[in-house]
């Protein structure tokens, strides 16, 4: 940092502010070699319908093995890797992953089960989404029907003719896109009607508590589902009450500890299809 840089605003940054700079920077550094140096790890989430207590599908959930740090939550550094655009590799690294394990089990004569895998906006931003995808399947040669990718609301509200034509393609090829964390966004709820939009995941945040009002809204978001013919599935379930609750408005589809937290590929298999 040159005087004439620092020289009037240094002393606005408190020690704390620089360290955690420091830290972040180290932190982004580090992702840029994280992919090429075998780091990120794909951790897998059971979708369990509790109607026929059996899998359905997996959520395919990113963590990054830092050398130094240790596991590290997706929390920490999608937001890095979303600002410098590193999401972009990395998302077609994991849809990839994804794909090849599921189509792997698949080919063993386990149970057909989907996966689930999240999107950030960055990555519809970059106009040849569709055609990724679309080679990934190809490559892995895994049926587009067995892939879901779940998007959040703040992507609907850009509402984009990209991002809109680009959803299009993917549900006109035959795959499920779901709405994440469903109920925390600031979009309208008209998107649902214009969106190729086959499922609401409900967040768990109104799953957690079941106070009066999150029960409320979950109510509200079950029958919003069935209105509107689309799928419907609870995150964040991790107790027995909640099982109860859900099942007893029909949301049979359930994401959550009280069932299995995520896990490597071959702990899902141990655990569920031996
Ligand atoms: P999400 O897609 O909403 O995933 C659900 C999060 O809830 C996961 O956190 C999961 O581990 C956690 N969870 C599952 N069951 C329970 C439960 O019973 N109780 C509680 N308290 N939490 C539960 P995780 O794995 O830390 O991921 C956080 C977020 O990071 C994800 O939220 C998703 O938005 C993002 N993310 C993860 N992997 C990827 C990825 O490959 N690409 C992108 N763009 N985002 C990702
Ligand atoms: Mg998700
Ligand atoms: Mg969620
Ligand atoms: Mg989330």
Redesign the pocket.
């Known amino acids: 940092r040159s005087k004439e840089i620092s020289g009037n605003s240094y002393h606005f940054f408190s020690e704390e502010m620089d360290n955690r700079t420091f830290e972040s920077i180290k932190l982004e550094n580090d992702l840029y070699k994280a992919l090429e140096q075998n780091e990120l790890v794909i951790?897998y989430?059971p979708q369990i319908n509790s109607k026929t207590n059996s899998i359905e599908g997996v959520?395919?959930?990113?963590?990054w093995n830092h050398p130094e740090k240790g596991m590290i939550?997706?929390?920490k550094f999608?937001p890095i890797a979303e600002e410098t655009g590193l999401?972009v590799s990395?998302?077609e690294w994991?849809l990839k992953e994804a794909c090849k394990q599921v189509k792997a089990w698949h080919d063993q004569g386990y149970p057909l089960i989907s996966v689930s895998?999240?999107?950030?906006v960055r990555?519809f931003e970059q106009s040849n989404l569709f055609s990724i995808v679309k080679n990934v399947l190809n490559e892995v040669g895994l049926s587009p029907k067995y892939i879901h990718l779940?998007l959040?609301e703040n992507l609907i509200v850009k509402n984009t003719e990209l991002i809109v034509e680009t959803m299009k393609q993917l549900k006109g090829l035959g795959i499920s896109i779901a709405i994440?964390?469903f109920g925390t966004g600031y979009s309208s709820l008209g998107y649902l009607k214009n969106l190729p939009i086959s499922t609401l995941?409900i967040d768990?945040s109104f799953i957690?508590d079941m106070t009066k009002d999150d029960a409320a809204i979950t109510n509200t978001i079950i029958t919003l589902a069935k209105n509107l013919n689309l799928n419907v599935i609870a995150?964040?379930?991790?107790k027995k009450e909640q099982v109860d609750f859900l099942y007893a408005r029909d949301c049979y589809m359930m994401?959550?500890?009280?069932f299995s937290?995520?896990m490597i590929a071959e702990d899902i298999a141990q655990k569920y299809f031996y």
Do not use: C, H
Not at 255 to 258: D, I, N, P, S
């Open positions: 951790f989430q959520e395919a959930l990113l963590r939550s997706p929390d999608i999401i990395i998302g994991i895998v999240n999107l950030s990555q779940e959040t994440d964390d995941k768990k957690q995150e964040g379930v991790e994401q959550g500890y009280f937290r995520p």
